[in-house]
């Protein structure tokens, strides 16, 4: 059972360059989140959904967009990188509301 | 926007200590969460309350959540070097969405 699966674990990119963060899940969660993760501090959330085809932002959307058409996966796409977007990214799952969430293991981004 | 403030930020103490990690708000929260991070890797989830007043034990941790479900509380008793990580609380609502502190960072000398 391999749980979150986030991909790629490690990325450098340009200011300017897009791409996106794969995070797949294999428990047939409803609920996905991403989030940011920056040094000493807790997590922001990004955007998250409640199910396929339901998408929401949370805390600091600006300049990422997600999708969600199948309930495995919820792709985090960054339009056009800046440096201030230099950080670790977290996806979770949870099953229901008020359940606890399954995170990760994180994608380390640096925008040069 | 709920937020939660965590104290304190960062704390040192020699092994055998006993500490207790702060989680306020001024917002009700349907549950709170209480996650552990060590480096490089994701949070990992300690425990999760949901009622006003619970308290719940998890070997030396002790967990509390306030009458009013704006605040909670995490107990050590005698702190040992693997306690060592940051500490992390998380409210959630009935909308699936959940709000982090920042986090305590705690060491615990040998």
């Known amino acids: 059972n391999a749980g979150v699966t986030q991909t790629p674990k490690f990325q450098v990119l340009k200011t300017g360059q897009s791409m996106t963060l794969q995070c797949a899940q294999d428990?047939?969660?409803?609920?996905m989140s991403w989030y940011r993760q920056d040094p000493g501090m807790g997590l922001r959330l990004i955007h998250y959904?409640?199910?396929?085809?339901?998408?929401d932002q949370g805390e600091v959307p600006n300049g990422y967009n997600v999708s969600r058409s199948t309930t495995e996966d919820f792709p985090l796409r960054l339009l056009s990188a800046a440096p201030s977007q230099t950080s670790v990214y977290f996806c979770?799952?949870?099953?229901?509301?008020?359940?606890?969430?399954?995170f990760g293991d994180g994608t380390r981004l640096s925008i040069l | 926007t709920q937020l939660l403030e965590q104290s304190p930020q960062f704390l040192s103490i020699q092994e055998g200590e006993n500490l207790t990690v702060y989680c306020n708000s001024s917002?009700?929260?349907?549950?709170l969460q209480w996650y552990r991070q060590e480096p490089g890797e994701g949070p990992v989830l300690l425990v999760t309350?949901?009622?006003?007043?619970e308290v719940k034990k998890l070997k030396r941790l002790t967990f509390q959540f306030g009458d009013a479900r704006k605040d909670s509380s995490l107990h050590i008793t005698a702190a040992q070097p693997g306690d060592t990580g940051l500490y992390l609380c998380a409210g959630g609502n009935n909308a699936g969405k959940s709000t982090f502190g920042d986090g305590t960072t705690l060491t615990v000398k040998p």
């Open positions: 428990m047939n969660h409803e609920y």
């Open positions: 979770a799952t949870r099953d229901r509301v008020n359940q606890p969430q399954h």
């Open positions: 917002s009700v929260f349907s549950s």
């Open positions: 959904s409640v199910g396929a085809g339901i998408t």
């Open positions: 309350v949901v009622t006003g007043g």
